[in-house]
T-cell receptor
Framework: AQSVAQPEDQVNVAEGNPLTVKCTYS??????LFWYVQYPNRGLQFLLK??????LVKGSYGFEAEFNKSQTSFHLKKPSALVSDSALYFC???????????????FGTGTLLAVQP | DVKVTQSSRYLVKRTGEKVFLECVQD?????MFWYRQDPGLGLRLIYF???????EKGDIPEGYSVSREKKERFSLILESASTNQTSMYLC?????????????FGDGTRLSIL
């Protein structure tokens, strides 16, 4: 079965410290992986994606993510957290049923990032 | 910038009513999606459309239907609203392709069924 797991419901970090939001996946074939952020009372905003190539992907707002095939992980990282990074973060993987042709995504349950001043 | 607009941010309806949620995108995207978002469950796909008049069921289609009469507009219909359909509803769109296109989301409609 295809799935995405975000093992932490909430991550707390002090402003200025590095942050990591974890994501692991289970999918057949080569994974297409995405990170989205949701601010309160807003829709999801695309942050970054891994399709192929370099395992370290850089995205918006200083975020980056590392693809690790052997550990089936795609953790989101930022070297120095800001209070304004506090939001809900979703990891997603392309749904490979029907060969992935439908562009559907499977989303994790989300991780709430709280950055303390 | 891509704009996905959902017609209402907040909506309150009564049990048994027929409810329409509207979504419009301005980027000529082929694909459009309806999700519901519930705490602890993430986003779950209700219905998907890859072209005008085309639709596919997602993971939780029961109690819902959709309409795509024009490329830019995708409507979600609750045939007879029930309290367990109280949720945040999100619309998204993207170009048909090889699966590497990010989806673009509207700001959501928070629907309460009383």
């Amino acid at each position: 079965a295809q799935s995405v797991a975000q093992p932490e419901d909430q991550v707390n970090v002090a402003e200025g410290n590095p942050l990591t939001v974890k994501c692991t996946y289970s999918v057949s074939g080569n994974p297409y992986l995405f990170w989205y952020v949701q601010y309160p009372n807003r829709g999801l905003q695309f942050l970054l994606k891994y399709i192929t190539g370099d395992n370290l992907v850089k995205g918006s707002y200083g975020f980056e993510a590392e693809f690790n095939k052997s550990q089936t992980s795609f953790h989101l990282k930022k070297p120095s957290a800001l209070v304004s990074d506090s939001a809900l973060y979703f990891c997603a993987v392309r749904d490979m049923r029907y060969g992935g042709a439908t562009n559907k995504l499977i989303f994790g349950t989300g991780t709430l990032l709280a950055v303390q001043p | 910038d891509v704009k996905v607009t959902q017609s209402s941010r907040y909506l309150v309806k009564r049990t048994g009513e027929k409810v329409f949620l509207e979504c419009v995108q301005d980027m000529d995207h082929e694909n459009m999606f309806w999700y519901r978002q519930d705490p602890g469950l993430g986003l779950r796909l209700i219905y998907f459309s890859y072209d005008v008049k085309m639709k596919e069921k997602g993971d939780i289609p029961e109690g819902y239907s959709v309409s795509r009469e024009k490329k830019e507009r995708f409507s979600l219909i609750l045939e007879s609203a029930s309290t367990n359909q109280t949720s945040m509803y999100l619309c998204a769109s993207n170009h048909r392709g090889s699966g590497n296109q990010p989806q673009h989301f509207g700001d959501g409609t928070r629907l309460s069924i009383l």
